[in-house]
């Protein structure tokens, strides 16, 4: 299951071992599109084996190492 919306991903991931692997691969898609780096691209576990990629606005601050 995909859900595409203008600023955000559902995805729908119920192959464990391809977890790390889809999720990078959308995160690189979505940044992409959005002409951002994948920085700016949140994943939030929204259910079970359910997450959500979404591009993070202007004024929310970006986590600092």
Do not use: Q, Y
Not at 19 to 36: K, P, Y
Not at 37 to 61: H, K, M, Q, W, Y
């Amino acid at each position: 299951m995909t859900f595409d919306a203008n600023n955000s991903l559902t995805l729908k991931i119920w192959d464990r071992s391809a977890l790390h692997h889809t999720l990078d691969a959308a995160v690189s898609d979505l940044s992409a599109r959005h002409n951002t780096t994948t920085c700016r691209i949140a994943v939030t576990c929204s259910g079970p084996n359910t997450f959500t990629l979404s591009v993070r606005g202007e004024d929310r601050a970006l986590a600092s190492a």
